[in-house]
């Protein structure tokens, strides 16, 4: 596939005030110019048959839209999350569009856990399984790739009211599955008793989102709307999108002097009865979860026990999620909730290609970091110590930024 290395500049804003589907995410990007046969060509590496993709250009409200359908010839309801995990985790796509799917099943997945009090390993999706889902997740984040965004930001979510008929049965709308994936998201009410956002829009909203916001300031490059199945007559059954490069491109790399301050809350239990394996499942699941940060440190409580101090840092938003997390995986019978501040620096992320594998770079004012999770992928690959190939990225990084910084250069390749 052609493309897909992030443009620092670029930033995509997409505003959900009507709502937002797995189709009229996809739809929106196909709209803002992500080449629909390059994206179903990518679809065709997915170990998935009988499906396909056609893109037309539809009216809602009397707006002109791109209403993408996803037809298949068998919907299978009942995929496990580990199966599709599996699936995805073979694919052979772009690293981080296989890392961006699997962060929007695995956020599915967790909530479905959470609010059927089972593991994530338990899960099997309905609606959401079936093949169109899983269509409309990777070949959105097929065309996120292909449009080269350096940033994503997402406007307040317009919310229905009313009931909706779902596999288990019906459901308050919006549906405890798209209200617990949007928690910490901005919501605005939307006039309409039907379901404006499904489990699927939810959840690629917010693991594609970097962040939520306003319209941002910029020169407009395109915009798109991507169409949901339906026409109602009292509004536009759309979602929009807007292709932007920043006013100053060069800001995205300017920090200020202390960064931005961000109020996060910080969940502390003390541990003395769980083993260290536990303790790595729960850092994991939190941070799938949402959590900002977690980690673990050595302590000795009372009576000289050894012990382990967890702590989690999240937006004040999912805290009680994150709580009963903590609680139901270690058994702990109390936590300690609290307020900080941190202070955040821009940074942004980049992708280079060694020795035929795409790494992701995270880019701060003060330096760069190749991603674990690709150098580890590419090292089993390869055969190689991870080390060096962490040397190479950081090497093919530095190249790429002098020759795209060169003025005497002619090269049109996006850095």
Partial sequence: MTGGTPRPSRILWLDPRFGASGDMVLGALVGLGAPLDEIVAGLDDLAVDGWSVTAEEVRRCSLASTRVTVAAETLEHHRSWSSIDRLLAGADLPAH??????ATF????????????VTIEEVHFHEVGAVDAIIDIVG???ALHRLEVGEVVVGPVGLGHGTVRAAHGELPIPAPAT????????????????????????????TMADRFGPLPA???????????GRDPDGYPNVLSGFLLDSADPGAATTPAAAGTAVATATITTNL????PEVVAHVIDRCLAAGADDAWATPIVMKKGRPAVALEVMCDPARTM??????MRETGTLGVRVGTTTKHVLPRLITTVTVRGHEVRIKVGPHGAKPEHDDLVTAGAALDLPIRDLAREAL???????????????????TP
């Fill in 272 to 275: 003395d009865d769980v083993t």
């Fill in 97 to 102: 569009v296989v890392a961006g799917s699997r």
């Fill in 321 to 326: 999620a994150l709580t009963e997390l903590v």
């Fill in 395 to 413: 090497a093919a990084h530095a190249a790429t930024n002098q020759l795209a910084n060169d003025p005497a250069s002619d090269q049109t390749a």
């Fill in 106 to 117: 695995r956020r599915l997945g967790e909530v479905e856990a959470a609010i059927h009090r």
């Fill in 179 to 206: 209200a617990d994936l949007l928690t910490g998201a901005d919501v605005v009410p939307v006039d309409v008793a039907a379901e404006t956002v499904t489990p699927t829009g939810a959840a690629l909203l917010t």
């Fill in 140 to 142: 959105a984040w097929l």
């Fill in 218 to 228: 910029g020169r407009l490059v395109a915009n798109a709307r991507g169409a949901g």
